[in-house]
C-alpha cells in the first residue's frame, strides 16, 4: 500500500473524531481500515503538536501492488521528510516503521494485506544481488543476500583482520556453542577446591566483538569462585577506537575482575604471553589468544588435572571456528606434535591411549601449541617463559620440551574445548619464517644437544655457522644445568619416538648445475622432477643419504610419512618421484653414485641426470647415457 505522510498542524477545536473521519473520506477506493488504524496509531504516539493525514491516492493501488513494500515506506518516508522539518521526524518514521512490521505479522487475518505481502514477496524474489568480490575467499561460502555496501563493508573488515569481523559484530557476544565433547565428560566429579585461575588473553589489532565474546564466554563458563582474574594483555593495538570502547567494557564488569596491560611497542606473542604470566596472581596461569571461545566446563578438567599433579602442562583440544561464517567445527582430540623446524602440528595420540578407549581421558603430547594452563608457581620453577623469543613460532614447542626434559609432563584434556578463531591469514605478521626460524634455533642451541643440527638441516642453513642471531643463550643454557634436565636423546626416545633422526644425511639443499636453476619436485599431484628457475624454497630441497638415495622436495620428520626419492624408469628420458618405501618394495633404479662437482649417476642402469635444452630454448630435466655434466649441491656434512 503506497501512502503520503502529509504534516498539518493541529487545532484545538479539531477532536480525534473528526480527524479520523478525515482520514477515512480520504481513503475511500482503498482498505480503509488499515489506513485508519495506522493512523490511529500514529496520533496516539506523535506529540501533541502533530498528526498525520493518510491520503490514499485511488489511481495507485495497482502501482503499489508491483513495488517492495521496502520501496513504498521509503517513498512515504521520504515524502514526510521533505515536508517537515521537525525534530518528530526520526520518531514518526520509527513508529510507522514498527506498526507496519505489526500489521504484516496478522496479514493472513486480513486477505488484501496478504495480497500485497504476497506480491512483494514474489517480486523480492527476483531481485539478485551480485557478488562484488567473486574471487574473495571470504564470499566463497558465505555473503549470498548481502547488498552491494554490507558486501564492502565485510571485506574491508576482513582485510583488516583474517577473519568475518562484519558477521561477529551481529551475533550476540555469549552465542551458544554446539557440545563438542565426548558424553562421558557431562558426568565427571570434580573436586571442590580446585586451584583458582587467572585468564591471560593475548592481542594486537583484534576485533572488539570478538574480544568481547572471548570475556563474556570466559565470565560465563567459569565458576566465579575459580576465576581469579582476566588479564588482557595489549601488544601495542593500533585501532584507537576497539581500545576505547575495550576500555569502557572493561569497568563495567566486576570491579578488578578485569586487568589491562599494554605494550608501549609492538612485541610480538610471545613477549605478550611472558608478560601476561608476570602479571598474574592465581594458582594456575591460562594462556589464551583473543579470539576464542571456551566452552562450558572448559576450567574444571584442566584444574583438576594440575591439582593432581602440579608438574603438569595441559592443553584443551581446540574446536574450529571457521573464518567466514563463524561456525564451530568439532575436533577430534589429538596430540601436539612438531617438524624439526619446530613448527608445530596436530598428531594422534600414542597407542596406550587408544587401549583405554575412553575420549575423555587427557592424552600425552610432546608439546604444546599456544594455549595452555599451568601451576605458575611450577612454571617459574623451570624458567618461566623464556623472555629470548621474538614475535612468534617456537616458543610453545620450546616450553613443551623444556617441561619435559626438567621433570614435568604435558597432556590434552579432551573434556575442556576452546572455539579458536582459524584466521584465513595474520594481518599483524603476513611474514613469519624469519622470526620462527630465529626462535627454532634459539630453542634446538638450548635444549637439542646434537640434534640441533636437525634444525638447521631443517630450515637449509649450513651447518657451521648458520649467520642467525638468536640472543643470548647464557642464562636459558645455566637453567639447563642447573635443574640437571635430561638430555633430548632421552625426550626423542621416551617421549617422541616417531621423531626421524636424520643421521644418514651426506649432502643438503639446492641441487643444481646451471647457476640460475636448480632440480625441482615440480607439479604436485604429479611424479614428474622438474628443473625450474632457483627459488630456496622447500620444493627445491634435495637431499643425498648415505643409502645413495636423492630426495627431492623436502625430508619428513617422522617415521610414519615417506620420502619421495628419484627414480630412473629404466627407458624413456625423464625421471620420476616415488614413495621411498615402494621404490624399495619394487626394486626400483633409485640408488645414485653422486659426488660434489661430478655426475649423478644411477647405479643399475648407469644413466646420468642431465640438462637438456629443446628447440624451445627451454631447460629439460632428462635421464640419458653420461655427457660428463657435473653437479652441485647446496651444503656438505663432510667432502664427498
Partial sequence: MLVCLVPRYAHSHDSREEQRKVAAASSNALNTRSIVSIYDFLVKHLPPRFYLHVIAHACT?????????????????????????????????????????????????KSSTKELVKSVGQEKQKIVIPKLYPDSILFEKWGDGLSEQEQKEAEALFHLYGYNVFLSNQLPLDRKLPETRDSRCWTKKYPKNLPNVSVVLIYVNEALSVIQRAIRSIINRTPNHLLKEIILV??????????????????????????????????????????????????????????????????????????????????????KVHFDDLHVERYIPASHGFDWALWCMYESFGKEWYKMDDESQPGKSPSVMGIFAADRVFLGEIGGLDGGMTVYGGENVELGIRVWLCGGSVEVVPCSRVAHVERAYKPYAPDLDSAMRRNALRAAEIWMDDYKKNVVIAWNLPLKNHGIDIGDVSERKELNKKMKCKPFQWYRDNVYPSLEKWDNILGYGMNNLLKKYCVDQGAVPGNIPILFECNFIQPQFCYYNTESEIIIGGLKSHKYNNNRCLVDPGSGSYPTLQDCQVAKQNQLHMHWDFKQGEAIRNKVTQRCLEVAQGENLFYALIIQQCSGQSWRIQHLFTSF
Fill in 61 to 109: 493501488l495497482s502501482l503499489a501492488r508491483s513495488l517492495s513494500l521496502s520501496l513504498s515506506l521509503s517513498l512515504s518516508i521520504s515524502a514526510a521528510r521533505s515536508l517537515m522539518s521537525e525534530v518528530y521526524l526520526d520518531e514518526i518514521e520509527i513508529t510507522f516503521l514498527f506498526y507496519n512490521s505489526k500489521l504484516i505479522e496478522e496479514s493472513d487475518k
Fill in 234 to 319: 595489549d601488544d601495542y593495538s593500533t585501532y584507537s577506537k576497539t581500545i576505547r570502547k575495550l576500555h569502557s567494557e572493561i569497568h563495567k564488569e566486576q570491579p578488578g575482575l578485569i586487568k589491562k596491560v599494554r605494550h608501549n611497542r609492538q612485541m610480538g606473542l610471545s613477549q605478550s604471553r611472558l608478560t601476561g604470566c608476570e602479571h598474574a596472581s592465581g594458582d594456575v596461569v591460562a594462556i589464551l589468544d583473543a579470539h576464542i571461545e571456551v566452552a562450558e566446563g572448559w576450567a574444571e578438567p584442566l584444574l583438576a588435572r594440575i591439582k593432581a599433579d602440579r608438574t603438569v602442562v595441559v592443553s584443551p583440544v581446540f574446536d
